[in-house]
């Protein structure tokens, strides 16, 4: 089992904890490292508190996990909120000039006046981020060199002074450390001998893979977890050539990316569960007027409102039934970083030979999560059926033995078509034709029923005596289990359901069949994939382990719940 | 210019103001140099939604109240294309009055013709957010409480940069307002009066007769003079009230190429290594 170190720094909203969070993570990574870094904040800007735990091994690490081994407060409550987490000997940094922390018997304080080392090395006591940081880095006796790195990328472009006063002061942080507590520390991490690694969010993981797909028009509406994915494609938009559009809602977010898909531009919109709501009409029009859509939706903690930056995976049976009427749709369900940048490619793929809207399903905890992969390869772009100008007796909407008919696009020459949302016939013109409304819902309808899409996949030995199962962000929470529990001499299987419609009723049916106990782990109330596997092959699972507190699961509840079915 | 007409049969009520509205938008086409592939066409649901089978253009008949976002995301992935949005009072200053609100503070550069007959015709005679007050309808028996908006002044107090009105009683000056709208680079709203002849009878063709004139050395270029023309009641001016060249949204984005023809096929090594 990997041995895991994990660092935590918590503080109230507005003190830089995500900054902080974000570069010592890729501190890690940089050393050849693996991270997952997890983040805990409330819907505030000011106020409030603010966690950033970065679980770091030389091995793939999926998911937060229990304990803490040095956590760096920045106020008196971070000690209060996260104490229970710590392990024997675990470190507790903290400036003993703003925070005033009781003996802790078992634990290490380490009292580091951030503020003053900040105040004396940069003037600024907004530079005490840096000093924890040093301070962690010192404690934890890793390589202060490149923590130094990555802040002075990190503020790459503001000024030599800024970078300065920034490496300066984080060097103080470890030098106060080195100096003031030698070698009392019982958590390290070392360099591993791999070259740095790639250190992504899911929303960023996203983003790269709608680029390297080719995507050219991204619009959207803030909505958190997905925010972050409509600043990265903002930020690329003038490097890779894309037009990205705040719209004025989720409304216009999706008609104008189905405008701009029709066009003939690969094209995407994103948003949560809330924006979704408002998006389903458009899905129903991409559905009808069978334009390529790709949509991420990043679940939180609903309904209504719900908790806005908590996670959650309870959109699943809307997003699977979202709009009135019948048409066929793609719904990918990546499991981790790496899987989001591959599903997001074939996700514009699929939505371009299909001709139909792809959703790609994740939630807070992967969208917004830091974690490490070794390497991205190039992608393969398929490109959908597509007519040149002046097709004689060209019909957009062509009924074909696949039931795809290729696309032409306004601007050629010739090949005049309608897109309607009205029941059409072959050229796209209105039709209440008895015989035509049959004959096009079924063409749309078969579009998918001879789709190969890489569904589902089963992780551990072909045969073991209780069955995990999941989708989505849980995949590294139930690895890291699986993990634990093998060391433990329980073994279990994981099946992973990676795209759920259309369903892969044949390898579900295949896999789940027999009476061992399996045991179904899912982030919302009524185990919503376990109703829709026993939808389509009529297995029942026999275990539920549900967790709908905005928190994701930890490997350890799904270990003793594993455990737990196992033993019955 | 190829021929425009599908050959299926307007479905429109014998008299409707939108075979006046259709056959202007066809002169309009005529009088204009483009090729008919240039034009892409939007709808919404309304009775002049159904225009999408007779005109022989490229076209999208989109959801009610979205010809806007649909035209918007067309023209900024196809720059090349001549985008024309047709909606109706319901449509446009109903149910997607946001995109109405925010297309004009764009200036992307496309034309709405809006189809206003301040009634609801497709769903058999309810008032619309144009329906004078008191107007009885199927969903106001008593007659309707509230205001009717006024699309012009809205539109010239909202930014848009080529603001007119035409009358269906009129093809041929609303076929030039829609040359004008068409080749004015930026945001071109071309309200119509369109008298329903089956659900409004109060706004009749006699109606509008007796109430309508044209504009004449207006100053076009004075938002202030157009507003306090666009609140006239007693007589209603149509014509051009207002226009100004200004830059449109595509002109400034950061990616001045048409989206749709560039290549799919893209080089991500640079971003990744980003993230080492």
Redesign the interface.
């Known amino acids: 089992m990997a041995s895991i170190v994990q660092w935590k720094i918590g503080g109230e909203a507005g003190f830089g904890i995500m900054t902080a969070g974000a570069i010592f993570s890729k501190a890690c990574?940089?050393g050849g490292l693996h991270v997952f870094g997890y983040s805990e904040y409330p819907s505030l800007i000011r106020g409030g508190h603010n966690s950033f735990q970065a679980a770091v091994s030389e091995e793939k690490v999926g998911c937060q996990v229990t304990p803490v081994n040095v956590l760096v407060a920045l106020n008196r409550e971070t000690v209060d909120l996260h104490k229970g987490e710590l392990s024997r000997e675990a470190a507790v940094i903290f400036d003993p000039d703003k925070t005033s922390v009781d003996k802790m018997p078992g634990f290490k304080l380490v009292p580091v006046p951030f503020a003053r080392i900040a105040t004396e090395t940069a003037g600024l006591e907004l530079m005490s981020n840096n000093v924890a940081l040093g301070a962690s880095v010192a404690v934890l006796d890793y390589d202060i060199g490149l923590l130094l790195d990555v802040i002075r990328d990190q503020f790459k472009g503001k000024g030599e002074d800024v970078i300065r006063k920034n490496t300066e002061s984080a060097n103080a942080g470890y030098e106060y450390v080195k100096k003031n507590f030698p070698g009392k520390f019982k958590y390290k991490i070392q360099r591993a001998k791999s070259p740095?690694?790639?250190?992504?969010t899911g929303n960023?993981a996203i983003g790269?893979g709608a680029?390297?797909?080719?995507c050219?028009?991204y619009?959207g509406y803030p909505m958190t977890p997905t925010s972050g994915l409509l600043h990265f494609m903002a930020s690329?938009?003038?490097?890779?050539?894309?037009?990205v559009?705040h719209?004025?809602?989720e409304?216009?977010?999706i008609?104008?990316?189905?405008?701009?898909?029709?066009?003939?531009?690969?094209?995407m919109t994103a948003t949560s569960g809330g924006g979704f709501c408002l998006m389903v009409?458009?899905l129903g029009?991409a559905g009808m007027?069978e334009t390529p859509l790709v949509i991420a939706m990043g679940q939180r903690a609903g309904p209504s409102t719900g908790l806005p930056t908590w996670t959650e995976q309870s959109d699943l049976k809307f997003v699977l039934n979202a709009s009135h009427g019948e048409f066929p749709r793609i719904v990918l369900a990546p499991g981790d970083v790496e899987e989001l940048f591959y599903s997001t490619v074939k996700a514009f793929n699929l939505a371009e030979k299909y001709q139909t809207p792809v959703i790609i399903m994740y939630d807070k905890h992967i969208a917004e999560s830091h974690c490490t992969v070794d390497s991205?390869e190039s992608v393969e772009?398929e490109?959908g059926l597509k007519v040149g100008e002046n097709t004689p007796g060209y019909k957009r909407y062509q009924f074909t033995k696949t039931g795809v008919s290729p696309r032409a696009?306004?601007?050629?020459?010739?090949n005049?078509?309608?897109?309607?949302?009205?029941e059409h016939d072959e050229k796209?013109?209105?039709t209440e034709s008895a015989e035509l409304r049959k004959a096009m819902v079924e063409k749309r309808m078969r579009k998918l029923e001879h789709a190969e899409i890489d569904s589902c996949r089963l992780h551990g030995p072909k045969k073991a005596p209780i069955t995990l199962i999941g989708w989505g962000s849980t995949k590294g929470a139930i690895k890291q289990a699986m993990e634990r529990l093998a060391s433990k001499g329980v073994k279990a299987n994981f099946l992973q359901m990676t795209c759920i419609s259309p369903f892969p009723e044949k390898m579900v049916s295949a896999i789940l069949k027999g009476k061992r106990p399996k045991l179904i782990v899912e982030n919302n109330y009524s185990g919503q994939l376990a109703f829709v596997i026993c939808e389509h092959t009529g297995i029942q699972v026999s275990h539920k382990l549900l967790k709908f507190d905005g928190r994701p699961f930890y490997p350890e509840e799904i270990e003793l719940e594993a455990k737990k079915v196992a033993r019955k | 210019m190829k021929n425009l007409d599908t050959g299926i049969f307007p479905t429109w009520c014998p008299g409707c103001g939108d075979f006046a509205i259709f056959s202007s938008i066809k002169n309009a086409i005529g009088m204009m140099d483009y090729p008919a592939e240039s034009y892409f066409f939007t709808y919404g649901i309304g009775c002049h939604g159904h225009m999408c089978n007779f005109l022989d253009v490229y076209g999208f008949e989109t959801l009610h109240g979205r010809p806007l976002p649909v035209a918007e995301g067309a023209k900024l992935a196809n720059r090349d294309l001549n985008v024309i949005a047709v909606s109706g009072d319901g449509d446009s200053y109903g149910e997607g009055i946001s995109h109405f609100m925010h297309i004009m503070r764009r200036n992307i550069d496309l034309t709405l013709i809006v189809h206003n007959n301040r009634v609801y015709g497709l769903t058999t005679g309810q008032v619309t957010p144009t329906s004078q007050k008191g107007f009885r309808s199927k969903s106001t028996p008593d007659g309707t409480i509230e205001q009717p908006m006024n699309p012009i002044s809205t539109a010239i107090l909202g930014g848009a940069t080529f603001v007119a009105r035409g009358f269906a009683g009129d093809p041929a000056h609303l076929s030039s307002l829609i040359v004008e709208g068409v080749k004015h680079k930026g945001f071109a709203l071309i309200d119509v009066f369109q008298p329903c002849v089956t659900f409004n009878h109060i706004n009749t063709y006699q109606w509008y007769r007796e109430k309508v004139y044209k504009l004449e050395g207006n100053n076009t270029s004075d938002r202030m003079e157009a507003l306090r023309i666009s609140m006239e009641q007693d007589k209603l001016p149509i014509g051009i009230f207002f226009r100004e060249e200004a830059k449109t949204y595509e002109e400034q984005v950061a990616t001045q190429v048409s989206l749709s023809s560039e290549p799919v096929k893209t080089d991500i090594k640079d971003l990744i290594e980003s993230f080492r």
């Open positions: 990574s940089r740095a690694k790639i250190l992504m960023e790269a680029i390297a797909a080719g050219k028009f619009s690329q938009e003038r490097k890779y050539g894309l037009i559009k719209a004025e809602d409304i216009s977010a008609n104008m990316a189905i405008g701009a898909a029709h066009t003939g531009a690969r094209s009409e458009g029009l007027t991205i772009i490109e696009f306004p601007g050629q020459k010739g005049f078509f309608i897109a309607n949302s009205d796209g013109h209105s």
